[in-house]
C-alpha cells in the first residue's frame, strides 16, 4: 500500500535514531549501569583493604580463601540465576542477587573473625553470580539487538573510573576510617539502582519470554552440578597451594568432582572448540583466565624484581580500564558488525602480545613504562573480544535459552579464573616463587632493591597465560557457525 510508506520510513528512521538514553531505555539503563559500577567499585576496593582485614581479624593464613570463596559460589549462583531467569525473567535473580551480594558485604564487614569474613565473601559470591547473568538476560530481553553492542560499551566503559579511583578511595577510607567501613558503605549506595531499574525491568522483561513453553520444574540436577564444580574447583585450588605429596588427594577429588560437572553444564562441543556457540563460551574462558594471571602477578613482579613501590607498580595498570572501555566502544560501532569475527581475533592478538611482553621487563634495561603501554594495548584487546563475544553470545541463543547460556558463559569465566590461577601459583611456588620478599623502596616512593628474586617462576607464570591466549586466537576464528 503506497500510501503507508512514509509512515513505514519515519517509524524506521525513528527506530535507527534511538539509544539506550532514549526515553524507553533510559531508566532501565541507567539502572544496570548503576548496578554494573557498584560491583566494578567493590572489585577495585575491596583488594585494597583485604590485607589490612586479613591482619586485623588474625586470619592471613585464610588471606586467599577470601578470594577463592567469592569466585567458587559464584558458580553456584550463575547457574541458579540462568534457570531461574528462563523461567520467571530476570527480575527476581536480579533483585534477590543485589540484596544478597548486600548483606555478603554487611557479613564481612561486621565479622568478628576471619572465618566469618570468609562467609561473607561467600554470599557476596552467590549475590554476584545471580546478579552478572540476570543483567546479561536484561541485555538480551529488555534491548534490540542493534542496540547490544552498545549497552555492553556501557558495561565496560563503568569499569573506568573505579579501577583508577577506586584503590585510591578505599586506601583512604581504610586508614583514615577503617577496612570496615569499605565494605559497609556499598550497601547504601544499593538502594538507588533497584528503585530507578526495577518498575522498567518489570514492564519490559518480566515473566518467561514471550511465546516460550510454559515452564516446567525446575532442574535442580544443574544446581547440584554447579556444587560439585564450585567444590571441584576449591579443592583444586587448595591442593596448588600445597606441594606436598599429599595434595594429589583432594587434586584428584576436585577433578573428579570438576570434570564431569563442567561438560554437562557447558554446552556441547565446548571442549572441542565446536563452531558457534560453544567456541564463544570456550573462548570467553581462555580470553578472561590468562589474562587475569598476567595482571595478577605485574605488581608482585614490579615490586620483588624490580623494586618498585607499590603504588608505582599499579599506575602500570591504571589505564586499562580506559582502553578496555575503547575497545569496548569499538566493537558497538555498527560499520564494523560484519567484521565482527577479525575483531575477536584481533584483539586476541593483543592480549597475546601484551601477556608475552611482560616478563620482558624482567631485564633492568627494558623500561617498565613499556610494560603499561603492552597492558593498555592488552586491555583494548580485552576490551574488543569479551564485549563481542557476549553479543555473539546473546545472538545465538534462543530466548529461553539466554539465561542458560549467559550462565555458561560466565561459568567458563570464572572457572578458567580459578583453575589458571591455581596452576600458575603451584608452578610459581615449585620454581621459588614463595620466597620473593617485598624491597625497602616498596613502602615508599622511589626504588629498593628485590629480595630473593626469582625471575624464571615469573617467566614461567607469563608462558603459561600466553600459551592460553595465543591458542585462543586460534579458537577465535571458529566464533561463527
Given at each position: 500500500?503506497?500510501?503507508?510508506?512514509?509512515a513505514?520510513?519515519?517509524?524506521?528512521?525513528?527506530?535507527?535514531?534511538?539509544?539506550?538514553?532514549?526515553?524507553?531505555?533510559?531508566?532501565?539503563?541507567?539502572?544496570?549501569?548503576?548496578?554494573?559500577?557498584?560491583?566494578?567499585?567493590?572489585?577495585?576496593?575491596?583488594?585494597?583493604?583485604?590485607?589490612v582485614?586479613?591482619?586485623?581479624?588474625?586470619?592471613?593464613?585464610?588471606?586467599?580463601?577470601?578470594?577463592?570463596?567469592?569466585?567458587?559460589?559464584?558458580?553456584?549462583?550463575?547457574?541458579?540465576?540462568?534457570?531461574w531467569?528462563?523461567?520467571?525473567?530476570?527480575l527476581?535473580?536480579?533483585?534477590?542477587?543485589?540484596v544478597g551480594?548486600?548483606?555478603?558485604?554487611v557479613?564481612?564487614?561486621?565479622?568478628?573473625?576471619?572465618?566469618?569474613?570468609?562467609?561473607?565473601?561467600?554470599?557476596?559470591?552467590?549475590?554476584?553470580?545471580?546478579?552478572?547473568?540476570?543483567?546479561?538476560?536484561?541485555?538480551?530481553?529488555?534491548?534490540?539487538e542493534?542496540l547490544?553492542?552498545?549497552?555492553?560499551?556501557?558495561f565496560?566503559?563503568?569499569?573506568?573510573?573505579?579501577?583508577?579511583?577506586?584503590?585510591?578511595?578505599?586506601?583512604?577510607?581504610t586508614?583514615?576510617?577503617?577496612?570496615?567501613?569499605?565494605?559497609?558503605?556499598?550497601?547504601?549506595?544499593?538502594?538507588?539502582?533497584?528503585?530507578?531499574?526495577?518498575?522498567?525491568?518489570?514492564?519490559?522483561a518480566?515473566?518467561?519470554?514471550?511465546?516460550?513453553?510454559?515452564?516446567g520444574?525446575?532442574?535442580?540436577r544443574?544446581?547440584?552440578?554447579?556444587?560439585?564444580?564450585?567444590?571441584?574447583?576449591a579443592?583444586?585450588?587448595?591442593?596448588?597451594?600445597?606441594?606436598?605429596?599429599?595434595?594429589?588427594?583432594?587434586?584428584?577429588?576436585?577433578?573428579?568432582?570438576?570434570?564431569?560437572?563442567?561438560?554437562?553444564?557447558?554446552?556441547?562441543?565446548?571442549?572441542?572448540?565446536?563452531?558457534?556457540?560453544?567456541?564463544?563460551?570456550?573462548?570467553?574462558?581462555?580470553?578472561?583466565?590468562?589474562?587475569?594471571?598476567?595482571?595478577?602477578?605485574?605488581?608482585?613482579?614490579l615490586?620483588?624484581?624490580?623494586?618498585?613501590?607499590?603504588?608505582?607498580?599499579?599506575?602500570?595498570?591504571?589505564?586499562?580500564?580506559?582502553?578496555?572501555?575503547?575497545?569496548?566502544?569499538?566493537?558497538?560501532?555498527?560499520?564494523?558488525?560484519?567484521?565482527?569475527?577479525?575483531?575477536v581475533?584481533?584483539?586476541?592478538?593483543?592480549?597475546?602480545?601484551?601477556?608475552?611482553?611482560?616478563?620482558?621487563?624482567?631485564?633492568?634495561?627494558?623500561?617498565?613504562?613499556?610494560?603499561?603501554?603492552?597492558?593498555a594495548l592488552?586491555?583494548?584487546?580485552?576490551?574488543?573480544v569479551?564485549?563481542?563475544?557476549?553479543?555473539?553470545?546473546l545472538?545465538?541463543?534462543?530466548?529461553?535459552?539466554?539465561?542458560?547460556?549467559?550462565?555458561?558463559?560466565?561459568?567458563c569465566?570464572?572457572?578458567?579464573?580459578?583453575?589458571?590461577?591455581?596452576?600458575?601459583?603451584?608452578?610459581?611456588?615449585?620454581?621459588?616463587?614463595?620466597?620473593?620478599?617485598?624491597?625497602?623502596?616498596?613502602?615508599?616512593?622511589?626504588?629498593g632493591?628485590?629480595?630473593?628474586?626469582?625471575?624464571?617462576?615469573?617467566?614461567?607464570?607469563?608462558?603459561?597465560?600466553?600459551?592460553?591466549?595465543?591458542?585462543?586466537?586460534?579458537?577465535?576464528?571458529?566464533?561463527?557457525?
Amino acid at each position: 500500500m503506497p500510501e503507508s510508506t512514509p509512515a513505514l520510513e519515519t517509524t524506521s528512521a525513528a527506530l535507527r535514531t534511538e539509544t539506550v538514553l532514549s526515553r524507553p531505555y533510559r531508566a532501565l539503563t541507567s539502572g544496570i549501569v548503576s548496578v554494573v559500577l557498584l560491583i566494578a567499585f567493590e572489585a577495585t576496593a575491596v583488594g585494597t583493604a583485604m590485607p589490612v582485614a586479613a591482619d586485623e581479624l588474625n586470619g592471613i593464613s585464610l588471606y586467599a580463601f577470601a578470594f577463592s570463596a567469592f569466585f567458587t559460589t559464584s558458580i553456584v549462583g550463575m547457574v541458579g540465576s540462568g534457570q531461574w531467569c528462563d523461567r520467571r525473567g530476570p527480575l527476581p535473580p536480579l533483585a534477590t542477587g543485589i540484596v544478597g551480594f548486600a548483606a555478603g558485604l554487611v557479613l564481612s564487614g561486621t565479622a568478628a573473625t576471619m572465618w566469618i569474613f570468609v562467609l561473607g565473601r561467600a554470599v557476596q559470591g552467590v549475590g554476584g553470580g545471580l546478579v552478572i547473568v540476570a543483567l546479561y538476560v536484561t541485555v538480551s530481553r529488555a534491548f534490540p539487538e542493534r542496540l547490544r553492542p552498545t549497552v555492553m560499551a556501557a558495561f565496560a566503559a563503568s569499569w573506568v573510573v573505579p579501577s583508577v579511583v577506586g584503590p585510591l578511595i578505599s586506601g583512604t577510607v581504610t586508614e583514615h576510617l577503617g577496612w570496615r567501613w569499605v565494605f559497609l558503605g556499598i550497601p547504601v549506595l544499593v538502594v538507588l539502582p533497584l528503585v530507578v531499574m526495577l518498575p522498567p525491568l518489570r514492564r519490559a522483561a518480566s515473566g518467561p519470554p514471550e511465546g516460550a513453553k510454559p515452564p516446567g520444574p525446575a532442574d535442580r540436577r544443574r544446581v547440584r552440578l554447579a556444587v560439585a564444580v564450585a567444590l571441584g574447583a576449591a579443592l583444586l585450588q587448595y591442593a596448588g597451594q600445597d606441594l606436598r605429596w599429599i595434595a594429589v588427594v583432594p587434586a584428584a577429588l576436585g577433578a573428579a568432582l570438576l570434570v564431569p560437572s563442567v561438560r554437562a553444564l557447558l554446552p556441547r562441543g565446548t571442549v572441542r572448540a565446536a563452531r558457534g556457540l560453544p567456541a564463544v563460551v570456550l573462548l570467553r574462558g581462555m580470553a578472561a583466565g590468562a589474562y587475569v594471571v598476567a595482571e595478577s602477578f605485574i605488581p608482585l613482579m614490579l615490586v620483588t624484581q624490580r623494586g618498585l613501590s607499590v603504588t608505582m607498580a599499579g599506575l602500570t595498570l591504571a589505564a586499562g580500564g580506559a582502553f578496555w572501555a575503547l575497545g569496548s566502544f569499538a566493537q558497538s560501532r555498527p560499520r564494523l558488525e560484519p567484521q565482527r569475527e577479525r575483531l575477536v581475533r584481533t584483539g586476541m592478538v593483543l592480549v597475546t602480545f601484551a601477556i608475552a611482553y611482560s616478563p620482558l621487563v624482567l631485564v633492568h634495561s627494558v623500561p617498565v613504562w613499556t610494560l603499561a603501554l603492552a597492558m593498555a594495548l592488552g586491555c583494548l584487546g580485552m576490551g574488543m573480544v569479551i564485549s563481542s563475544l557476549s553479543v555473539l553470545l546473546l545472538r545465538l541463543s534462543a530466548p529461553e535459552e539466554a539465561g542458560r547460556n549467559s550462565a555458561a558463559l560466565q561459568l567458563c569465566d570464572g572457572l578458567s579464573n580459578v583453575l589458571l590461577l591455581a596452576l600458575t601459583g603451584a608452578v610459581f611456588a615449585a620454581l621459588g616463587g614463595g620466597a620473593v620478599s617485598v624491597g625497602a623502596g616498596a613502602h615508599g616512593g622511589g626504588a629498593g632493591v628485590a629480595d630473593g628474586a626469582r625471575p624464571g617462576a615469573f617467566v614461567a607464570v607469563y608462558a603459561v597465560s600466553a600459551v592460553v591466549a595465543l591458542a585462543g586466537v586460534g579458537v577465535a576464528g571458529r566464533i561463527r557457525k
